[in-house]
């Protein structure tokens, strides 16, 4: 019988890099194929033809860290979810908050379905809203025509579900308004930008027909506002406790003062977002997706009620839990990009166990909430430099030429010393061989 996998593999930070890779085949997450792609001389399996056949101007391959967060539970469900990420921290806070979730139950999340919009602007209308009522009288026919541009869609269960208009006033010229026809297209799997901008072109002549005017721009909009993540968590006070903070009540408190800063403040607001992002858009680069879309769409939403605001906010509920949620739009694939072409999102999307769109973007809402909170806790506590120049020690070793266990042994003196410069990581090395 197989054995059940666990998210939970304590201590693994602490292993030497092979022995983390035995421990994931060994708790099921990976074959040992598997384990040898991502590791040895052609890490990530990533050859040249295919990197040339991905972008232009192609001269090489540039790599950044696979790393893996540990002990998600979602929606009941033991999870790993792999991120791609140059900064240091990032993984081990995402991982150690998903491990204080867990005494909460983790996080529950949900998802409002896959429609996504392309948007057809029409302009020189003398009257774009009669405009607008015949584009509405031909609905029908309309969306008969975009299923017709979009077979494969329609056969994965996909395929056109409405037709919107919208008419818009040029703030510069408020009598020259446009019409905007929006076709919202149930997307299934597939992120959308192709078949959105297939049926945006495609049926903007049709629409020109019906309307008159003069057709403007033909393409998706990123805004995927009916594709949104929800996510949220609870935490009994107790698990927020640090060692120099043993009242995890105050802990919760200042978190919850921290949302309120962010949700007050714009220059906080920003921030706090960018930790959320820093867990969510590690897992869309390792598993392939357009992370400039979700950056844009999840910045609008923060902004939809006039204010910039934190996509997540903390509270603490009626017996005392921590409680934190988050909604956003998110438009990620498992079919079609880069989940065909490139090996390593191949691997990412297998090791995370992703079995569809929905559940990648509960995966990579469920890191950002995770590194959320592993910010504000840190925040409201020691401060994030503590941990931060341990990491930094550790790159400054690197640098400084130290491998194997010397790594260790030269960043634990500079931490001690309170020094992190490069020099006197060289100075250490020089010396530890003759210890
Ligand atoms: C650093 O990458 C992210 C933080 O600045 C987020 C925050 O301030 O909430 C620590």
């Known amino acids: 019988m197989q054995k059940r996998r666990t998210a939970r593999i304590p201590g693994f930070y602490r292993l030497p890099l092979g022995e983390r890779l035995e421990s994931l085949v060994a708790a099921g997450w990976l074959t040992e194929d598997e384990a040898r792609s991502i590791s040895g001389p052609a890490a990530g399996?990533?050859?040249?033809?295919?990197?040339?056949?991905?972008?232009?101007?192609?001269?090489?391959?540039?790599?950044?860290?696979?790393?893996?967060?540990?002990?998600?539970?979602?929606?009941?469900?033991?999870?790993?979810?792999?991120?791609?990420?140059?900064?240091?921290?990032?993984?081990?806070a995402a991982s150690n908050a998903a491990r204080l979730t867990r005494e909460g139950g983790g996080f529950t999340v949900e998802t409002t379905g896959s429609v996504m919009a392309a948007q057809i602007q029409v302009k020189g209308l003398a009257e774009p809203t009669a405009a607008a009522q015949l584009i509405q009288a031909e609905a029908p026919s309309l969306l008969e025509a975009v299923n017709a541009l979009i077979p494969n869609m329609v056969n994965r269960g996909g395929g056109a579900r409405e037709i919107e208009t919208r008419v818009i006033p040029l703030p510069s010229q408020p009598e020259a308004r446009m019409l905007c026809v929006h076709v919202h297209v149930d997307c299934r799997d597939a992120m959308g930008a192709n078949t959105l901008n297939t049926v945006a072109e495609g049926l903007a002549p049709r629409v020109q027909e019906i309307a008159?005017?003069?057709?403007?721009?033909?393409?998706?909009?990123?805004?995927?506002?009916?594709?949104?993540?929800?996510v949220s968590c609870r935490l009994p006070p107790e698990s927020l406790r640090t060692k120099k903070w043993p009242d995890g009540g105050l802990v919760r408190d200042h978190i919850v003062d921290a949302s309120r800063f962010a949700e007050a403040d714009t220059y906080r607001a920003v921030t706090h977002n960018k930790?959320?992002?820093?867990?969510?858009?590690?897992?869309?680069?390792?598993?392939g997706q357009d992370w400039r879309a979700a950056e844009a769409a999840a910045h609008a939403y923060a902004s939809r009620t006039g204010a910039y605001g934190p996509l997540a906010t903390w509270r603490k509920d009626r017996?005392?839990?921590?409680?934190?949620?988050?909604?956003?739009?998110?438009?990620?694939?498992?079919?079609?990009?880069?989940?065909?072409?490139?090996?390593?999102?191949?691997?990412?999307?297998?090791?995370?166990?992703?079995?569809?769109a929905a559940d990648l973007a509960s995966l990579a809402a469920s890191v950002g909430l995770a590194s959320n909170l592993a910010a504000l806790r840190a925040l409201a506590t020691d401060g994030i430099q503590r941990g931060h120049m341990a990491l930094h020690a550790r790159t400054v070793a690197i640098e400084a030429g130290a491998t194997g266990d010397l790594i260790h042994r030269v960043s634990t003196t500079l931490r001690s010393e309170g020094c992190f410069r490069l020099e006197r990581a060289k100075e250490i090395l020089k010396k530890l061989p003759e210890d």
């Open 45 to 92: 399996g990533f050859d040249m033809e295919i990197a040339n056949a991905m972008s232009e101007n192609v001269i090489g391959v540039h790599a950044l860290p696979l790393g893996i967060c540990l002990n998600l539970l979602i929606n009941g469900k033991e999870r790993v979810a792999p991120m791609v990420v140059e900064e240091p921290s990032v993984v081990a």
């Open 212 to 230: 008159g005017g003069e057709i403007g721009l033909r393409i998706l909009t990123n805004y995927a506002d009916r594709r949104l993540v929800r």
């Open 275 to 287: 930790g959320f992002m820093n867990g969510l858009d590690a897992v869309l680069v390792a598993t």
């Open 319 to 356: 017996e005392g839990f921590l409680e934190g949620e988050a909604e956003l739009p998110l438009a990620v694939g498992t079919v079609g990009g880069a989940a065909r072409a490139h090996p390593g999102v191949r691997l990412s999307l297998r090791l995370g166990r992703i079995e569809d």
